[in-house]
């Protein structure tokens, strides 16, 4: 172990395989228990999936591993040796490297300087980029990534961007690799590439914790399975020795919720409409060309597309964000030179792309939260209501399931699945005539996500229309009456999802078909 960490001088009987073992960690937080007594023990090049509801506490213990917060008791030991991390740092140092499920990138960097970011190697106190240009070339190839490492981060897919934070924690000397949700929003043909690095690392003496609520996935890598609930370890299991319904169900403790997919009623009236809409670049390719389309009354129209194909930029032309040629129509009416009050105010939701940068203050009240965007309906005059704005929230709270103490806590103390719960909850508990829907499940468990799909259902059954945008392609097939797929910045096709398949989307998605 490297210089860094604190270590203590006891040392655990040594066995080869457990290159990470955890025993009898907890944690608390004000109102919340986290982690309870939780034990676990990871074999050495091996591939262990970490399972559980939202708030189960899988992203606390890792962010013990981590050294991001310090156990209230319990030990961690590392190639047998016990330890304890003080700050990330500290465990780089010792070999742990983590992929947040929010990238940490910045964008006007390119590839090779966001990989060798503040660790940057010197010749005679000169910036060494040859070397390091080499070191990430034969990194890269050892896994079987091709990246330009002179593109900047911003020309980058969803995808790429994620095999450039693992090349980060890789340059860094990461023998323990955390992945957190690392195929939220990857398309099918992007994970077979992700596990196929995945193995490639494996093979050469990684160890991966793998964070995931996409249980088929955690079935088809995994080498060992541990399932948390409500903060304690329930079993760890060979995934060969389980299915995908007896997972879920130690995960939520009843049989996995299930996802069919209900006949509609399509209505006459047009909710959300654009004609030849056009996003205005900014010193570059317009990200949104010529795009028409219309959503009927008690109608969901999914968007599928990789991530980088104008989805972003779409969204942000109904809201009213940015410059565009074209029009925009809601409920009938021209809405293209409204701001972005007024087209709430006609009655358009928004569950945004990204909870923390968009849709969340992370350190205000989680009932302030649930008023963002919605001031006026809870006001008096030119005063909130306030009592009444924490019962709508109290209401949002039981209404979505959403695991918290009460209303008065800051939403940073969520977990990311249920500050989902909340932005998603706060959006439809308005009843608005259309929703623009983000990728609204990401991060959330089997049986949350199952009671979101049946609210946005009930929603739409009542009249409200839905633009739906998701990488989560069974979503999108499980949700949608039409779906339309995003690529380069066009409406490529239009498909039936009952004849659909996630193979020919994925198709479509990346440009093959």
């Known amino acids: 172990m490297q210089a860094g960490s604190k270590k203590s001088s006891q040392t655990l009987p040594l066995e080869s395989a457990h290159v990470v073992e955890l025993a009898n960690i907890s944690k608390s937080f004000p109102g919340v228990i986290a982690n309870r007594d939780i034990s676990l023990q990871v074999a050495r090049a091996t591939i262990h999936a970490i399972v559980g509801e939202n708030g189960a506490g899988k992203s606390t213990l890792m962010k013990i591993l981590y050294g991001l917060h310090q156990p209230d008791s319990g030990t961690i030991a590392i190639n047998g040796e016990i330890t304890q991390f003080k700050s990330p740092s500290e465990a780089i140092a010792a070999g742990i490297g983590m992929v947040h499920q929010h990238f940490m990138l910045a964008d006007n960097l390119t590839v090779l300087e966001n990989i060798i970011l503040g660790y940057e190697p010197t010749k005679y106190g000169v910036l060494s980029l040859g070397n390091a240009r080499k070191r990430v070339k034969e990194l890269a190839t050892s896994i079987g990534v091709d990246l330009d490492l002179d593109l900047p981060i911003s020309e980058l897919g969803v995808g790429q961007r994620q095999r450039v934070e693992i090349l980060k924690v890789l340059f860094r000397g990461a023998e323990i690799l955390v992945l957190d949700e690392p195929t939220a929003v990857l398309v099918p043909q992007e994970v077979d590439e992700l596990f196929t690095n995945l193995r490639k690392l494996v093979a050469n003496g990684t160890t991966i914790l793998f964070i995931s609520h996409k249980l088929d996935e955690v079935l088809s890598i995994s080498d060992q399975i541990t399932v948390i609930r409500q903060g304690s370890t329930v079993a760890t299991v060979s995934p060969k020795m389980v299915d995908r319904l007896k997972l879920a169900e130690l995960m939520v403790g009843s049989d996995l919720p299930s996802h069919g997919k209900r006949t509609t009623l399509v209505g006459e009236k047009i909710q959300l409409s654009t004609n030849n809409l056009t996003v205005i670049g900014k010193n570059r390719k317009n990200p949104v060309e010529n795009v028409s389309f219309k959503i009927f009354e008690s109608e969901i129209v999914g968007i599928a597309g990789v991530d980088g194909n104008g989805q972003f930029e779409l969204c942000e032309a109904l809201l009213g964000l940015v410059d565009i040629e074209g029009t925009v129509e809601i409920g009938g009416k021209d809405a293209s030179k409204l701001s972005i009050r ?89 009843a608005p005539k259309v929703l623009i829907a983000a990728h609204p499940t990401r991060g959330i468990d089997v049986g949350a996500q199952a009671a979101v799909w049946e609210e946005i259902r009930r929603s739409r059954d009542a009249g409200m229309s839905v633009l739906l945008v998701s990488a989560d392609l069974e979503e999108v097939l499980g949700l949608s009456d039409r779906i339309l797929v995003m690529f380069d910045g066009e409406i490529s096709a239009e498909l039936d999802p009952k004849s659909a398949t996630p193979q020919i989307l994925g198709k479509y998605m990346t440009g093959t078909q």
């Open 342 to 430: 007024e087209r709430l105010n006609q009655g358009l939701a928004y569950i945004p792309f990204d909870r923390h940068r968009e849709g969340l203050m992370l350190a205000a009240s989680l009932w302030e939260n649930s008023l963002l965007g919605h001031e006026t309906s809870l006001s008096r005059g030119p005063m909130i209501d306030f009592d009444a704005a924490k019962k709508s929230c109290k209401e949002i709270i039981d209404r979505f399931g959403v695991m918290t103490p009460n209303e008065l806590v800051p939403a940073f103390v969520l977990s990311g699945g249920n500050q989902q719960k909340l932005v998603v909850g706060r959006n439809l508990a308005t």
